[in-house]
């Protein structure tokens, strides 16, 4: 008997060793790519389908994320070869062009189109207008970044002027609004999502109004990386591109539901029916690209608002900024 538990002992033990073996060896074949994504959120779903449906892996990468909190700080990441690719606001790479730099990181992935927060307001107002923030307080962004300038930008197509007709609040940490709106700071606060849900599931607000919508059409969050590593490693990128590609595809054709289910583990302490009312919001204001390229017309437009913003030192032209090759290179491949 002692001598049949020994002759299973060691063959479960061969078994899990060839096992644990067969992943490390399936790890080494993969390609390691660091990315730092600005926040975690539903507004990037198709990223999460791609890491949750094996996309990055079957394109021979191995994606680690990180969060920065913050464009300026997932942008120090990438200048700091802390990141190898960057999710982030276009609006950082633009600051980070104009300072004349020889060498700076280039646009080569479109994931976003629309703007991915919402106005929340303290009561319920089912025939919500903008203008009714004149005379009011807003829990806003930091100056400079993107949900700060789409922000001013709808208050000024509205006929306000920001700081004079709605006094904007732009002194509290990205992680800390939702905080200090629950405890009585600003008559409106813009959230992003999940915390724009999970503040009116928990009563504490109403979400009145889509930033997304009200601004229409803008690369508003994009894939960045160093020019030198582009050039170094043009495979990681096309590659990278391609699963992001995948995932941006998997959620045009899939309901809000099925989506919620596959990335209901990025979200742990949120649950499925949560998800799917936030990703039914995101859907009705189209705010995914359905493929990762740039659209010039929509680039301009984004300039316009950060000049609007005073927040533009000068215009970037589309071709200095943004690499398409990668992008119509995985979309083609697709089509033929």
């Known amino acids: 008997m002692k001598k049949q538990m020994a002759i299973l002992t060691a063959a479960v033990l061969t078994i899990g060793c060839a096992a644990g073996c067969s992943q490390q060896e399936a790890s080494a074949d993969l390609t390691p790519v660091r990315l730092n994504e600005v926040v975690h959120s539903v507004f990037y779903a198709p990223q999460y389908v791609a890491q949750e449906l094996g996309f990055f892996e079957e394109e021979g990468l191995d994606v680690t994320v990180s969060v920065g909190n913050g464009a300026d700080k997932s942008m120090t990441a990438l200048l700091s070869d802390s990141a190898d690719i960057a999710l982030l606001g276009t609006e950082a790479g633009l ?13 080569f992935a479109q994931l976003t189109q629309k703007a ?9 107002s ?5 203008t009714d923030l004149e005379g009011s307080d807003v ?10 300038l789409v922000l001013e930008y709808v208050l000024r197509q509205n006929g306000m002027e920001p700081f004079t007709d709605v006094e904007i609040v732009n002194n509290i940490d990205f992680t800390s609004t939702a905080g200090a709106f629950t405890g009585g700071i600003g008559d409106y606060t813009v959230e992003f999502e999940p915390t724009a849900t999970a503040l009116q599931n928990s009563g504490a607000g109403y979400i009145v109004a889509s930033l997304g919508a009200a601004c229409g ?5 994009v894939y960045m990386a160093n020019d030198a590593y ?4 043009p495979e990681v990128i096309e590659a990278f591109t391609r699963a992001i590609y995948r995932g941006q595809q998997w959620v045009d054709t899939h309901t809000a539901a099925e989506i919620a289910e596959v990335i209901l583990p990025q979200f742990p302490d949120s649950d499925l029916e949560t998800l799917t009312s ?14 990762p390229t740039f659209s010039q017309e929509s680039y301009e437009r ?3 608002i950060m000049e609007q913003g005073g927040e533009l030192e000068s215009r970037v032209p589309f071709e200095d900024f943004v690499d398409n090759s990668f992008a119509e290179k995985v979309t083609a491949a697709d089509l033929s």
């Open 126 to 130: 089912p025939d919500f207008q903008w």
């Open 139 to 148: 829990i806003g962004g930091r100056l400079g970044g993107m949900p700060e």
């Open 278 to 291: 936030i990703l039914e919001r995101y859907q009705a204001q189209d705010t995914w690209k359905t493929d």
């Open 302 to 304: 984004l300039q316009d």
């Open 95 to 107: 600051y980070v062009c104009n300072e004349g730099k020889e060498a700076y990181p280039k646009a």
């Open 116 to 124: 991915g927060n919402f106005l929340v307001s303290r009561s319920p």
């Open 217 to 221: 059409e803008i690369p508003y969050t």
């Open 230 to 233: 582009m050039q170094e490693n």
